[in-house]
Each structure stands twice: as C-alpha cells, then as structure tokens.
C-alpha cells in the first residue's frame, strides 16, 4: 500500500498540469504566467518518465530532453519578450497590453 | 533503408541557409540585407527542386523510412514540401525588403535584421516540411514547434509600432499554453501504447475485419482528443482560436500572410497525421472523433464568419476569415473519417480519397489567393494621422476607412483585391470556387447533408464581408480633405517590384486554376495520388522493417 505505483505519479503530473493552466488563466503578471507554462510542461514531463518506467524502455525520457530543450528555448524568447515589453510600459501586468482588442 | 539525410535533404537546405543568414545578419551593411531575401528564394527553390527530385524514388518503392522509422516520406509529404516551398516563395517575396536602406518595405520594417527575420521565416518553413516527413511523435512534437518558435519572433520584429510587439507577447503565451496541451496528449498517447512510433501506436487502433473502429483504452482516446485541441491552435480552430485577431492586426501585414499559411499548414497536416493513427490506417476513427471534428468544424466556422462581419479593422477580418477557412477544411476532415460510419455511403474507399484531397487542394487554394488578398493590403497606405514617427514605419492599410477609394486610384491593385476576394467567397471561376466544390461534394457523398448546408450558409455570410472590401474599395469614395486644411500629404504609393511579383502569380494561381479546368484537375490528381500513396501506406508492410531492439 506504501509503494508507489505509476497512478500516483500520474496524479502529480496531472495536478501540475492543472495548476499551470488554472495559474494560466487566472494570474495577471507576465513572468508568473511563463512560470504556470512551465509548470504544465513540467507536468507533462513527470507523465512521460513515469510511463517510460513503466514501459521499460527510453522513449519517454528521450521525449523528456527534448521537451526541456523546447522548454529552454522558450524560456529564453520569453524573458526577452517580457523585457521588451517592461521598457515599453515598466510593469509587468498583462492587462496594461491592451491596444488590440475588436 | 535510405540515408535519411537524403530524405530530409529539403529540410536540410532549408535550416542549412537559415543558419548562413543567421551569420550574415551579424554584418549590419545594406548589401547583406538585400542579399539575404535573394538567398532565401534561392534556399527555398532549392529545396523545392530537392523535393522534387523524390519523385521517381517514391513511386518506385512508395515509401522511404529512415533505419529507426523515424522519417518517413510518401508523396503526401512530398506534396506538403512542394507546396510549402512554392507558397513560400510567394511570401517571402511579400515581405522583400525594397526600401532604400532595405530596412522593410511599405509594411514592414525590421531595420537591421534582415538576414535573422529571414532565417527565422525559413526556420519556421523547414518546420512545416519536417512535420509532413515525421513518423515519430517526438519528431512531430519538435518539428511543430520549431514552426511555431520563429514566428513568434517575426511578429514581434516585424514593426517598431507596441502593438505588434503586444500581438507577440500573446501569440507565444497562448502558443506556449497550446503546446503544453498538445505534450499532454502526447504524453498520454505514449503511456498507453508504450511507444513513440506512429506506426506501431497506429496498430491500437486497427478495426476488426467488419471495419468496426477498435475499441481502444479510454484514456488513449482521451490522449488523442486533448493533442487535436492542442492542435486547434495551430489552425487556429476553435476553441484555440481567440488569439488570431489581435495577433493578425498586430503583426505587420507580409507576416500575417505568413501566419495566416504557415502554421496552418503544419496544423493540418499533423491533425491529418493523428487521424490516419486514431484511424488505424484506414481512416476508421471512433465515432467520438467524428463528433468533436464535426463540432469544431461548425463552431469554427461560425465564430469566423459571425466574428468577421462585426470588424472595422480588414486585417481582422481576414484573421477571423482564415478562420473560418479553418472550419472548411475541417468539414473535409469530418468527411474522411465520418464515411466509414455513415450508413448508405457507397465505396468508402473512394470517397475518403476524394475527402482528403479536398482538403489537400483547399490548402493549396488558401495558400495562393490569401498571399494575393495579403499583398494587395499591404501597399495601400494608412491613412490613420495618429500614427506618426518612429512606430508609422511598416504601417500600411488596416481599416475599411483606409481602403476607401483606393480601388479607383490604383485599378490594377484594386482587380488583383477583387479577384482574391471573390477567390475566397468560392465564387467560380476562381480556385477558391473548385476548392469549396472538392470539399462539399466528398461530403455530400459521405452524407454529411446537415455540415454541408451549414458550410453553405457559412460561404454566404463570409461574402458579406468580403464583398464589403471590394465594394469599400471601388465604391466610397476618398476621404474628402477638410476645408482650410493643407491637403494632406498623401505618402506617394511606390510599389516594390518584388511584392507586385507577388501579387501578380498569386492572381495568376487563382484564375488558371479557376477557370481553365486541365489545370485544375492536373492539380486535383497530384493531390489524389498524394492521397493514396498515404493510404497505400499500410502499417502490415511495415511490421518487418527493421526496429532498434531495445
């Protein structure tokens, strides 16, 4: 009853990922919203080893890396997205970004 | 067993060059900007050429699989790299640097980044070619984001002005988001079939030999369902379809030509890819794929079409028109996989061929006219005098005020418009006309009459705001100069030769294949073979290749 079997690290994974998208929606500051983004790719990540232990085979860390090298460089086009924006209107709040709409 | 550095050898060219550009733009001199557009249309002849050498090797032995199955290529992935790179020459032409310091053109301006804007716009190409070629889902995963990746970058640089800088920001937020969403999928997919080989996930889902769908675990189907929404993004379908208007108003107008195909492109032919998957290699998907198609279909169509006549801004309204052009070909989609279900319908086989090349010819015809539609807008000037300075740079006609009269003043600009737009009605003797025909006709005969008629009706609202461009620009007239105001001086309107270039083979496609009808079928059977080629491409033959023991 103790161990831990694939469900539960399925369950971490998922709340992760719901929490990031839920963080999505819901918070208002730009690098707060990057992070909820990570947390959901985080999350996928957690589901993708967890299977490829179960599985047995490399497939899900494999996808892993790969998913931490799109995550990076999202990262990095994010921070300088978000500066570009900061010397614009020196705050971070989305909702001072508001000339389009219709 | 090929190289596969001979399969991917399009691709190869393609981010071989965007990484030469990417040296070259560390120079700041005018000549390596105006050298980097020639490159790039070099790159992607090139690439089309390479593309083009596969044919006899494809039809010799139908399809090349890399050792690892990882890239596999059949004509269906051969057309998607034709047309790609055929398309993207006509954008990139759009976004031709003719300036006199070739810093943008009348609607853009990237200053000095020239090389680095065409590297990513070639990037984000090589993205697309890479997704038609991928056999893996880590391969899909990675070539739809190195699609997506650049163009978030293009929309930010594309202009000096803070909405386009705005119109980035959110593109790569949501972008970010429905990635996310879409590894989920993957991920589930994975951890119920324990592989990241399309072929091998594809046999989960063959049908009994009554050609009833196999009942899979519910949480693959649930796997597959949350990858299509993440997918929706990408054609920007809904319910992910909310960004398209701010991104697309503010974006300068060539890169939104650009967004409007690219990633669409990449989109379909994944979501394509996960159905001959979900449908066990003979488009036998559950009946809940055909009920969520049919859904996103008619919701698609609707919010584009309703959302687009409520707009002032025509850049909007052609962002909720390709929208809607989203919910079109996704009628086709529903058609493919709905006609295996369908009671009554009469050689399935022949009406999913028929389904599926409409929807391969419709991307065709989008990807001609909507270049066309894109290009006349951009060399119209603004006529909005709260623009000025530093941010007017690459601004060009966004409103209908904008348009108003400017079909009189320049009548060749004003015909190559009208003919897009009635291209994108579906009006005959336009390829949009034979594009609209191809979708509703494999619909009709898979006895879809309920999305038919919804797409009809949905093709008579969109007339709505596409009649009311032309008749913005060949009715109203000019907007009069106020009494004792000196005239305003009116940016004389000097139009790039490589843009009209555009122009003129974008109106050219639309009308050969419009009205002279070999050309139309010569089309239609190359997306036919395109479509049985994949069909042909059964996973029975595929079991014995070789596979890395593990």
Redesign the interface.
């Known amino acids: 009853m103790n161990e831990l079997v694939l469900q539960h690290y399925?369950a971490v994974?998922g709340i992760l990922?719901v929490i990031?998208?839920i963080g999505?929606m819901t918070r208002r500051n730009?690098i707060v919203?990057?992070l909820c983004?990570e947390l959901?790719?985080q999350?996928?990540a957690l589901?993708?080893i967890?299977?490829?232990a179960?599985?047995g085979?490399?497939?899900?860390q494999?996808?892993t890396i790969?998913?931490l090298v799109?995550a990076a460089?999202?990262a990095s086009?994010?921070l300088g997205?978000?500066v570009?924006?900061f010397r614009?209107k020196h705050t971070l709040d989305a909702n001072a970004?508001?000339?389009?709409?219709? | 067993m090929t190289d596969v550095f001979r399969l991917l050898l399009p691709e190869i060219i393609l981010a071989g060059m965007a990484l030469v550009l990417m040296l070259m733009g560390i120079s700041k001199s005018a000549t390596s900007r105006r050298t980097a557009p020639v490159l790039t249309l070099v790159a992607l002849i090139a690439a089309f050429i390479a593309a083009y050498m596969q044919t006899d090797n494809l039809r010799y032995s139908g399809t090349m699989a890399d050792p690892f199955n990882v890239v596999r290529l059949h004509e269906f992935g051969q057309y998607i790299k034709l047309l790609t790179a055929a398309v993207g020459v006509l954008l990139v032409l759009l976004a031709w640097p003719s300036n006199d310091d070739a810093t943008g053109n009348p609607s853009l301006h990237f200053g000095t980044e020239a090389a680095e804007f065409f590297s990513l716009m070639l990037l984000s190409l090589s993205g697309v070619l890479l997704t038609a070629s991928a056999n893996d889902m880590i391969l899909l995963f990675l070539a739809l984001e190195l699609v997506s990746l650049p163009t978030y970058v293009m929309v930010s640089i594309s202009r000096p002005a803070a909405v386009a800088q705005e119109a980035g920001v959110k593109y790569f937020f949501l972008g970010a988001m429905s990635a996310a969403v879409m590894l989920f999928g993957f991920s589930y997919i994975y951890g119920m079939t324990g592989t990241t080989d399309l072929q091998q996930i594809q046999q989960r889902f063959v049908p009994d030999e009554n050609g009833v769908a196999a009942a899979v675990d519910p949480w693959l189907m649930f796997g597959v369902i949350v990858l299509l929404v993440g997918l929706a993004f990408k054609i920007a379908a809904f319910p992910m379809h909310f960004y398209a208007g701010d991104v697309y108003q503010g974006a300068a107008t060539p890169v939104t030509a650009f967004l409007a195909f690219t990633p669409k492109a990449a989109g379909f032919v994944a979501i394509i890819k996960v159905l001959f998957v979900a449908g066990g290699g003979v488009w036998v998907a559950s009946q809940t794929l055909v009920s969520l198609l049919s859904v996103l279909a008619v919701l698609t169509m609707f919010v584009g079409n309703v959302l687009g006549l409520l707009q002032y801004n025509v850049k909007r309204v052609l962002a909720y028109s390709s929208i809607a052009h989203s919910g079109y070909m996704l009628v086709g989609l529903t058609a493919l996989i709905a006609a295996a279900w369908m009671p009554g319908v009469n050689d399935v086989r022949q009406v999913q061929i028929d389904a599926l090349q409409g929807v391969l010819f419709y991307l065709a015809a989008y990807g001609v006219m909507n270049a066309g539609a894109f290009g006349v807008l951009m060399l119209l000037p603004s006529r909005d005098a709260s623009i000025s300075g530093e941010a007017a740079r690459g601004s060009s006609a966004e409103t209908f005020e904008d348009l108003a009269g400017t079909g009189r003043r320049h009548p060749g600009l004003g015909l190559a418009m009208a003919i897009c737009c009635f291209s994108l009605t579906g009006l005959p003797l336009t390829i949009g006309f034979f594009g609209k025909a191809y979708l509703i006709l494999p619909a009709l005969k898979a006895k879809l009459v309920g999305l038919v008629i919804l797409l009809v009706i949905n093709a008579a609202i969109s007339a709505g705001y596409y009649l009311r461009i032309v008749a913005t620009m060949f009715l109203r007239t000019e907007p009069a100069v106020e009494e004792g105001q000196a005239p305003a001086p009116r940016p004389a309107v000097r139009l790039p030769v490589p843009v009209l270039a555009s122009i003129v083979l974008s109106v050219i496609g639309t009308l050969v294949f419009g009205i002279i009808f070999p050309a139309t079928q010569a089309l239609s059977t190359r997306t036919e073979r395109a479509v049985t080629v994949e069909q042909t491409a059964r996973p029975a033959q595929v079991s014995s290749a070789v596979l890395p023991g593990n």
């Open positions: 399925l994974g990922f990031g998208l999505f730009l919203m990057f983004t959901m790719f999350g996928c589901n993708l967890a299977f490829g179960y599985h085979n490399l497939g899900g494999v996808f790969m998913v799109i460089a999202e086009l994010a997205l978000v570009l924006l614009h970004w508001r000339e389009l709409k219709g």
